[in-house]
């Protein structure tokens, strides 16, 4: 074998290969740092999916994934529609923290200026148990109407009160020195021949009927006439004390034969009303 031969089979032959070249990911450039699309390291699958194409940055897809990994194993309540059962709708009610019973509410009804009626309580209750409200719903709705309640009971005040110091001005103008006989005249007459409650009536205006002065002046014109027929005497010349009262009022009932005692005499009911009123003017007034 000549040194050539040698030569040649001593020497390894150098062999190429193919080499893929790296690809370069894709960057966005954002400010003076690159920032790489980590969008394009993902399958084509997942990165045209909406629910991933919404996120434009890595980290507001993991807080999205980490809260929805907290939610697991929570309880979750179904949304009714129109086609749920009545049953269905009862359960989310429940899950939403409705009283197993209207009776289970626990209601605050106190209130310092208008009374709450145990009866509507009770209706209310029954109502929103049946709305499928929870306790808090409940008393909101309810602390509502009592503060509308409290308002309109606290204007209703200051009307009357506004109302009452109206009428006193115009009828002592008119009256003059009069004014607290005429008064006393109608007040009588007013309690002895109405329901108070109509005296409490309010009018178109808010101003309760009692108090408008029209409604007085009649009263006390009528007491007038009464008075000069001898059917009604308030603070006259002929009753001027309690003294006085009680004097015509036992001369009235004293008189076994007059009118008063006649069930039949004409002036019957006349003598019956003059004493009751009598006996009103004659009851103490309150300070």
Known sequence: MSSEQITQEAVPVETTEAVEPVAKPNV???GDTPVANWKSSISEEFRSDPNIEKFTEIDAL?????NATRMIGQDKVAVPNKNSTEDQWNEVYSKLGRPETADKYALNIESEAVAMDENAIK???EQSHKLGLNNTQAQGILEFYKNNMESN?????????????QAETELR???????DSNVSKASALAKANMNPEILDLQMQDGTRIGDHPEIIKGFAKIAGMLSEDKLVSTESESVNSMKDLQSEISAIT??????????????HAKMVQQVYTLREMAQPKED
Do not use: C, L
């Open 62 to 66: 993991a807080k999205s994934y980490i």
């Open 173 to 179: 103008a008119e009256w003059g020195k009069e004014f």
């Open 254 to 267: 004293n008189d076994t034969t007059g009118p008063y005692w006649n069930h039949k005499h004409p002036d």
């Open 123 to 125: 209706n209310f209750a």
């Open 28 to 30: 966005v450039s954002g």
């Open 153 to 165: 009971m606290q204007r209703a005040t200051v009307d009357t009160e506004t109302a009452q110091a």
